[in-house]
């Protein structure tokens, strides 16, 4: 039987056996998401004496694609808009949450299992990380998208999936041992920062401008040329060993930014559905019960560590960034598992040891095969575990949370600074990123250096080197260009503050001021040919000939078009601004047209009354998160709490379940309030 036909044969059973799982578990009311992994189970060569595959490599293969297809419609959701408006939640809840469990798994593997430092290291990592791909395929099969928390949740998951891939490159390097093992922790950790910098600013600068283009070319087009950046990035993140799950959500967080990013949702989401039940499927495969069951006890200990440790450190942390009781109390217990970057932390380790009868594997994949099991149990029972919680908090910490809440709500919406110290930031920041730009520029040329290019003729390979470093340079001159233009910017603009420190007028003061402006521009200057000398290095050909005439070149080249690459630079500086503020610009135009909308000659404004019901998707939220002005056209003029009025109430103010609103309303407005608060409530 040919490749192609095993292949055949295993989806065809595979999608068999999937399908009739579905059917089922729909029918039955069950997770789809549990059968599939029951089903993965059953297929095994562990269980009914042998495998019902002939090749289960090539469903893990078609794993693969699940994970690249589900990253990429979460990162299509998931914009840059929507983190930075729960990045305060999301940032610092990861945060604490990773490190606390990395110390917990640490502790557990030299302290209970008497494991070395390195391996208890890797159990760390393997519990660290949330599954981003459980958790919104249960999310969409509860429809629960709307809940206030599940924002949260994503946001708080998708951080930990980036701090897990900096901690797997840090635990590489670590395995290595001594001072190598530091270095290569921190080229690991160096990859990664570059992989995303330059993913990012190049793509935001060039691919929703490109999508737009396409758009006119049909549907067919736009599809295939958005998969095939998907892959593209994808395989650059597994080439620099960073996982594809992370290439295909930073490509899905890039395509968003374009007008087309609900048409590729609706194009994604049949492809995300097949592809998705195929992964769970595999996970199953990977499960042998006769190890499970001779390590019961320790997969036992590991699960109750991950859903233990996990909800405490995530409610706290929650807590901490000024969430209602109820919002943390649901997050915690949603992000109570671990999932693929689990599998991967374990497949790492016993690659590197080399001990395939390590047990630790097995251990960490019963593990999470348990929390995945409990996890859609645990989103159901959050919600009235979250309503009990939030009414029987004591008053005194219920009253301290609403102030602290408040407070942090002023602090993060307090008086911005100045303009002149806001446009030395972004100054300092665009020159950063046009650095990044640059060094990522030369680290690729150098990078195909090492390639055999005797396949394209002898002459290539003999003066690849020469081309590379002409290419590498000649790319160069843009960001070059960009950073001397940035750098006049903010030489002036740092001048201008020193020069305002100074209380008299006179000589002195504009002589600071040009002393600083020089300064800047030199600094900037010098770093930037400072770089591009290093970085040379990876690419300068040996001939003394050559390399004069590669300079003399891009002298010329530069000289001649100084002014054309300065425009295109800041053209593209321009697009990737633009693809950053999309989802802003879509906003303000939906809510133009809804200025415009004609406006009938009574509309019936007046004072109403309305009371949050209990389970409201508003219950604990803050009147500026809730933005019921901009979805419901209603305007909060008081808020009853107690039978205490207080009037004009700002942002800040947390809304709870009973809490009396009186809104400044028409008719249509009211009704449109009292629908989006009592969703919530209609789908218990």
Not at 69 to 87: D, K, N, Q, Y
Not at 172 to 179: E, F, I, L
Not at 341 to 353: C, E, G, N, V
């Amino acid at each position: 039987m040919t490749d192609a036909a095993v292949f055949f044969r295993d989806l065809a059973v595979m999608m068999a056996v999937t399908g009739a799982t579905a059917a089922v578990f729909s029918k039955l009311g069950w997770p789809k998401v549990l059968g599939f992994i029951a089903a993965g189970v059953l297929m095994s060569g562990h269980t009914w004496g042998g495998p019902l595959l002939v090749d289960e490599k090539s469903v893990q293969t078609i794993g693969q694609l699940g994970i690249v297809f589900l990253m990429f419609s979460l990162g299509l959701e998931f914009s840059i808009a929507s983190m930075r408006r729960v990045g305060h939640v999301a940032v610092p809840t990861a945060f604490i949450d990773a490190g606390l469990m990395v110390w917990f798994g640490y502790l557990a593997g030299t302290r209970i299992f008497g494991w070395g430092r390195v391996q208890a290291l890797f159990l760390g990592v393997a519990i660290c990380d949330s599954a981003t791909t459980l958790l919104s395929k249960t999310i969409e099969e509860m429809n629960w998208s709307g809940r206030p928390f599940t924002r949260y949740i994503f946001g708080t998951t998708i951080m930990e999936d980036i701090i897990c891939v900096g901690l797997l490159a840090a635990a590489t390097g670590v395995a290595g041992g001594g001072g190598d093992g530091l270095s290569g922790a921190g080229m690991a950790f160096g990859r990664l920062a570059l992989f995303l910098a330059g993913v990012i600013v190049i793509g935001m600068a060039r691919m929703p401008r490109t999508l737009d283009k396409l758009r006119r070319s049909g549907r067919e087009t736009v599809m295939l040329a958005t998969l095939g950046f998907c892959f593209l990035v994808s395989y650059i993140a597994d080439l620099l060993e960073i996982g594809v799950a992370l290439g295909a959500f930073v490509s899905g967080v890039i395509c968003a930014s374009s007008s087309v990013r609900d048409e590729l949702q609706a194009m994604v989401d049949s492809l995300r559905t097949m592809f998705a039940a195929v992964f769970f499927v595999a996970i199953g495969l990977l499960v042998n019960p006769a190890v499970c069951a001779d390590n019961w006890l320790a997969i036992l200990s590991v699960t109750l560590l991950v859903l233990v440790g996990k909800f405490l450190n995530v409610t706290v942390a929650s807590l901490l960034t000024g969430q209602s009781v109820k919002n943390s109390v649901q997050t915690g217990m949603g992000l109570a598992q671990i999932g693929e970057f689990a599998y991967m932390a374990a497949m790492i380790y016993i690659s590197m040891s080399g001990r395939a009868d390590d047990p630790m594997y097995q251990i960490v994949v019963g593990a999470s095969l348990a929390t995945t099991v409990l996890n859609p149990v645990l989103l159901k029972l959050s919600d009235p575990v979250g309503d009990w919680c939030e009414r029987n908090q004591p008053a005194k910490f219920r009253k301290m949370m609403a102030n602290y809440s408040g407070w942090l709500e002023r602090f993060r919406t307090a008086r911005p600074p100045s303009r002149q110290k806001l446009f030395l930031r972004v100054y300092a920041g665009a020159m950063l990123l046009a650095w990044t730009v640059l060094f990522i520029g030369y680290a690729v040329c150098g990078y195909v250096a090492k390639f055999d290019f005797s396949r394209f003729g002898a002459p290539m390979e003999a003066n690849k080197r020469l081309i590379l470093c002409l290419a590498a340079n000649t790319a160069a001159l843009l960001p070059l260009i960009y950073v001397a233009a940035t750098a006049r910017k903010l030489g002036r603009l740092a001048g201008a503050l020193v020069a305002g420190t100074w209380s008299g007028k006179g000589a002195w003061r504009r002589a600071s001021q040009g002393v600083v402006r020089t300064f800047v521009q030199g600094a900037a200057v010098f770093a930037t040919l400072f770089l591009m000398a290093i970085s040379n290095l990876s690419v300068l050909p040996e001939e003394t000939w050559a390399r004069i005439s590669v300079f003399a070149v891009i002298a010329v080249y530069g000289f001649f078009h100084w002014k054309r690459l300065r425009r295109r630079g800041a053209v593209s500086a321009r697009r990737f601004r633009a693809a950053i503020a999309a989802e802003d610009r879509r906003a303000a135009k939906k809510a133009a047209d809804a200025a415009a909308a004609p406006v009938p000659p009574f509309s019936g404004v007046r004072q109403r009354k309305f009371a949050i019901p209990a389970g409201s998707p508003f219950a604990g939220e803050t009147i500026g998160a809730a933005d019921i002005r901009r979805r419901t056209g209603a305007t909060i003029i008081c808020l009853e709490r107690g039978g205490e009025a207080h009037w004009n109430p700002g942002p800040g103010w947390m809304l709870a379940a009973g809490d009396i609103l009186s809104v400044i309303a028409d008719a249509d407005n009211f009704s449109r309030l009292e629908a989006i608060a009592s969703a919530s409530s209609a789908e218990k």
